[in-house]
């Protein structure tokens, strides 16, 4: 795909970290002699994201997401591999490519601490020469859909955190970027706060035909935004398709959880019991046994109801972050 | 929900215009910041007052005790060479290396690395514009030590000239020699000792701690071939000095050079260094 908004060829990232043991003796030898350790933080993943895509990219504490997404935006040079956005090396930093992207991040702060947020906004219109009518009517439409209206005028730190996150997210959006990372945008938010950047962001995505790569721990941000996405663990790429794809190529089981006529009996001759709550028995069956084991509850028990059903989504990554699929 | 309504990419001014309208945003934003901190502001002019109030004294009291004068300079000439230092050290005042430092360290470069525009333009402008409420400080404090030291002054307007175009040019090059250093970080994680020699080196060769005409031959010369004498010594005696018109525009040819010096070897050392950034932290 050449048109790709986003192409990532065999891409490699290694960071040289020094170490030592601990203790004064250590300590002194390092004086001396430094002992360094390579990490490959990124190793040689390849994949392409489409104009206008919206792609999870999941992956435990250091499985290399955040690295990946600083390297896409210019932040890292590549050790290895290529990356292209927008048709640009993102390590050049040139004024058009950083003029068409936003890397926002949970945990950081763009703006001016210690002034309102407005001025940090004129503060962008200028570094990114946007016409002031344009800007105005762009930063007034973003104010209104976050609905940060009262807060834009109060210093930027003196704002609670999901507040600034508002904030800041109107901040990183004033020059209109086509591709759009972020990296744990909703991360110790509220769970109204978590929806509505939600929301934000799909409105967004839907009115600029933006590309949107989003990391994030919380499922719920996952499964509310993307159709597609890439699992990432020590580096590589584990998956990279469908969501709902993910639970057939990682969780090779399926869960039956079945209402008895009689109350909630053993069932534990056709699976292995993973929940049992009242009347609701849950089971968990491998793929393959699936059919057979559905045919023979139907047959040898007093059945009310029975879904048979993918593992939940959290069960499923869990099992690829524990690096341990099943 | 509202919705966005245009939908295509925002059209960008032209590079000039823009870049002209930045530094003026820049500078408008420092010196709202400025006024923020009206407290801390005051106790800095305390402490910026007091150094060059003290080495004013001792000269003062050593001119006296020597005659009235030391080395030809006199007690109104000290004064006069003081007063102007202040204003010269408050308008050079730039992002330190341990700004650099933090900002490698703590990935807090990241978002700076974000924009279309090279970090050192907000330095620059940043601290070009946190210079226009130290002037408004500095005039009534000069006005007060002019005052209870009677300086000597004798101003051409051919120096008053070179002194308003150098004091921006002795800026200019500490902007970039300091950031080099600062750069260093990328290397080294800590750069303070470094700056520690630097500042060192700086106090003794600028003209920051004694007139450099008090210096022995010797220093004087090695002085004269280093960037620091450019940044202290030249505008204030290009404003309190005897300094011909060709000593004046050749002062300024210096500092042209050293400017054209400092962006070199900060373009050298940022092409390098930025690819040694890891973002941690941020």
Partial sequence: MSDAAVRVDRLVKVFEVPER????RAAARSLVRRRTREVRAVDGISFEIAPGEIVGFLGPNGAGKTTTLKMLSGLLHVSDGDARVLGHVPSKREREFLSRISLVMGNRNQLQWDLPALDSFELNRSIYRIP???????????VEL?????????PVRQLSLGERMKVEIVGSLLHRPQVLFLDEPTIGLDVTMQKRIREFVAEYRRRHAATVMLTSHYMADVEALCERVIVIHHGHILFDGVLSGLADTVAAWKTIAVVLENGAGDLSGYGEVIHSDGDVVTLRVAKSETAR?????????????????DPPIEDVIE?????EPS | MSSVSAVA??????RLRSLADFYWTTIRLAVVEQFQYRAAT???????VAEPVIYLVVWSTIADQSGGSVNGLTAGQFAAYYIVWTLVRTMNIVFTPYGWEWRIREGQLSGQLLRPLHPIHYDIAFFAGGKIPWLLYYLPIAGVLAIIFDPTFDVRPAELAVFAVAIWGAYLIRTFNQTAVGLVTFWTTR????????????????????????????????AWVLPFRWTFYFPIEALVGNLSDAQLLAGLGMQVLWMLIGIGVFSLVWRHAIRRYTAVGN
Wanted: charged share 25%.
């Fill in chain 1, 21 to 24: 043991d601990e203790g004064l």
């Fill in chain 1, 132 to 142: 002031r009518d344009p800007f105005l009517e762009t930063r007034d439409e973003l």
């Fill in chain 1, 146 to 154: 976050l609905e940060v209206g009262d807060l834009v005028r109060k």
């Fill in chain 1, 293 to 309: 084991v559905t045919a023979r509850i139907l047959a040898e028990q007093d059945v009310l109801d029975l879904n048979v059903e």
């Fill in chain 1, 319 to 323: 099992l690829v972050f524990a690096g």
């Fill in chain 2, 9 to 14: 990419p925002l059209r960008q001014e032209s």
């Fill in chain 2, 42 to 48: 005051y106790m800095y002019i305390l402490g910026m």
């Fill in chain 2, 191 to 222: 750069v303070g000792a470094l700056f520690s020699l630097y500042s060192v080196l700086e106090l003794l060769l600028s003209g920051r701690l004694v007139p450099l005409s008090l210096m022995p031959g010797w220093v004087q010369s090695i």
